[in-house]
């Protein structure tokens, strides 16, 4: 179950990367469970990562190496989280870099690793160690699909997005992919995404520009609130074009920001759309609030409501679920009687209440669509902020209720 077709545009080739996935046996015997990415020697890597206090052994080993030395790659698991494990998680993480390392001939500390699946379970080294010479034999400059589809868990569908803009005389290009279907908001990232680019990015410009990114697309998105314990984002860029960024005019270097900001929020809003039992893709857009901080509060307060959620499942115009969320998202000295609510082009609040226009079969309307986008003013400042999120099905329920069975 999923909102729309999903991304279906042509996918462009990064210099500088080989993907390759193969079918591992983690968990399912046969589902592509295993990712490897090389990067070619020059390339820049950032990261970001859970907020999780309780983060999995892969984040801490990924976070050290990281830091270390300049990533050559990354492997990635899936079926299989390697959280809550312990020591010997922290040890299983450090075996599958050894074994990449091995091959690659290079330090165990330019592999970084990430898992994403069922939390509390070993970690089946024995399967990815067997694996990883035959991933290495595959390894392609045009295995995108392949690579998309081995991060998934109870994602139904690949979210791979890719761009090209034309600087300084190259087309430069941009391809990422992410995974994530519940458990989500992330506080930092999404639950796996990676972006590519042969632009050359220095790693000061590298780093600012993930941290802005990740905040205006995957730190805007929530499914169920929850944040996972293997979150990680990664920009990485090669440097192949020969174009560097920090020496392009402001035009330019805000064209190509534009470009990695496309990707990023593509790639957050194909997670949102295909959320666990999703039937809707909703955005909440509020306006006029006094900072940032309080109008993510209540866009937050709404898209987290279960009550919300189960009504907009329902097309169930219950506009009085969203007038309650955002009173009570702890915004101070909120003036409820100059709030505005519409959903869609329906008004359906004002001044506090319902809206003379207003009637039941216009908000009944307007609910049944499958993208809803409910728009919240506060009328006390200048602020703006967007939140995108889903709705709250029986199918939710189930994929969660089974996941381990």
């Known amino acids: 179950m999923a909102v729309g077709s999903g991304w279906s545009k042509e996918v462009h080739d990064v210099a500088g990367v080989r993907l390759a996935a193969v079918k ?51 492997l990635i698991n899936s079926g299989n989280a390697n959280a809550g494990t312990g020591d010997e998680g922290h040890n299983d993480a450090l075996a599958c870099c050894q074994a990449v390392a091995n091959i690659g001939k290079i330090s165990t500390q330019r592999v970084l690793p990430f898992s994403t699946g069922v939390i509390g379970e070993k970690l089946p080294v024995d399967k990815i160690e067997t694996a990883v010479p035959k991933v290495f034999g595959l390894l392609n400059k045009s295995n995108w ?97 020969g174009v560097n960024i920090s020496a392009l005019n402001e035009k330019e270097q805000s064209e190509f920001f534009e470009s990695l900001k496309f990707v990023f929020q593509r790639l957050a809003i194909e997670l949102i759309k295909d959320a666990e039992g999703a039937t809707k893709f909703i955005t909440i857009q509020v306006d006029q609030g006094r900072t940032q901080e309080e109008c993510l509060k209540v866009a937050y307060s709404v898209a987290e409501s279960p009550l919300v959620k189960t009504a907009l499942f329902a097309s169930d115009p219950n506009w009085g679920r969203i007038l309650a969320a955002v009173g009570r998202a702890g915004v101070k000295d909120l003036d409820l009687d100059v709030v505005e609510i519409s959903i869609g082009d329906a008004q359906i609040v004002s001044n506090g209440k319902v809206d003379k226009t207003y009637t039941e079969a216009i908000g009944k309307a307007v609910m049944e669509k499958e993208e809803i986008t409910i728009s919240i003013v506060l009328k006390r400042g200048d602020y703006t902020e967007v939140v995108w999120t889903s709705d709250l099905s029986y199918e939710y329920i189930r994929v969660n209720a089974e996941y381990r069975t």
């Open 24 to 74: 591992s046996g983690i968990r399912y015997p046969d589902r592509f469970d295993l990712v490897l990415v090389e990067l070619s020697e020059q390339t820049k890597v950032a990261g970001i990562f859970t907020q999780n206090a309780f983060c999995a052994a892969p984040v801490t080993v990924a976070k050290a190496h990281l830091l270390s030395e300049n990533p050559r790659y990354f």
């Open 145 to 241: 699909s392949d690579a998309a589809l081995g991060i998934l868990t109870t994602d139904t569908r690949t979210k791979l997005i890719s761009t090209k803009v034309y600087l300084d005389g190259n087309w430069l290009t941009i391809t990422g992919f992410a995974k994530g279907a519940g458990m989500i908001r992330p506080d930092m990232a999404t639950m796996l995404s990676y972006i590519f680019t042969d632009a050359y990015m220095d790693e000061i410009f590298l780093n600012q520009a993930l941290q802005q990114l990740a905040s205006e697309s995957f730190n805007r998105i929530t499914v169920d609130g929850d944040t996972s314990t293997n979150d990680a984002s990664m920009l990485a860029a090669t440097g192949a074009s």
